[in-house]
């Protein structure tokens, strides 16, 4: 847990999620900023305010450091994972984004995508929801994500316009390039490209 996942997310995590996977007697475990280095302590919008920094486009700073290095601290502390016991993972990526699913570069951990084996698409994994009688939850990421689509920006601004507005702080605090250029969150440009457009009806 980053920190800076939607609200409804953290609702629907702990109002549908939890519950469920507790009638099936499985329990859902987050990792907080306890699994984290020291170092990275600070939720991720806090550390990047902090440090003047913004999440990373193209290193993926953000998702090793407050992801995968949780990860891999829970593998080996708690389950014991080993290159002769490895831990096995299992990832929700659909087939409609197949390309994603890449086999694990550590030798304590073996990756399988049970809904590309499936053969489940997104839409599959939704139906499967609804007739397991929950509601489809929210897509799950970071608010401020860069990785985001203009329409999802444009969406965030519409129906949580103080989540925009950290965003648009985040990304007026952040140091300039070396170069003296500005720094943007999204890759297309300045947020304010979007703050400044008007929502078509509808």
Same mark, same amino acid.
């Given at each position: ?24 007697? &499985?329990?859902?475990? %987050? ?46 502390? %708690? ?35 049970? &809904? ?10 939704? +139906? ?5 009688? &929950? ?38 605090? +952040? ?11 999204? +890759? ?11 929502? &078509?009806?509808?």
């Amino acid at each position: 847990d980053t920190g800076g996942e939607k609200p409804s997310t953290y609702t629907y995590l702990q109002n549908v999620a939890v519950p469920f996977a507790a009638q099936s007697g &499985l329990t859902i475990t %987050v990792l907080g900023p306890e699994w984290r280095d020291s170092h990275n302590a600070l939720d991720l919008e806090a550390y990047c305010l902090k440090y003047h920094m913004l999440p990373g486009t193209f290193m993926r700073w953000c998702t090793d450091r407050y992801k995968l290095r949780s990860l891999r601290r829970y593998h080996h502390q %708690v389950l014991g994972a080993t290159p002769d016991t490895p831990v096995e993972v299992w990832i929700g990526i659909s087939t409609d984004e197949a390309r994603r699913a890449t086999p694990s570069r550590w030798p304590d951990e073996v990756r399988r995508f049970p &809904l590309i084996e499936l053969c489940m698409s997104r839409q599959d994994a939704a +139906a499967t929801i609804i007739r397991a009688g &929950l509601p489809v939850p929210p897509k799950s990421g970071c608010f401020y994500c860069p990785l985001q689509t203009r329409a999802s920006w444009r969406a965030l601004k519409r129906r949580s316009p103080d989540l925009f507005a950290r965003a648009l702080a985040m990304e007026a605090n +952040a140091y300039p390039k070396s170069d003296g250029s500005p720094r943007y969150l999204p +890759a297309f440009g300045p947020l304010e490209q979007i703050a400044a457009q008007d929502d &078509l009806p509808g």
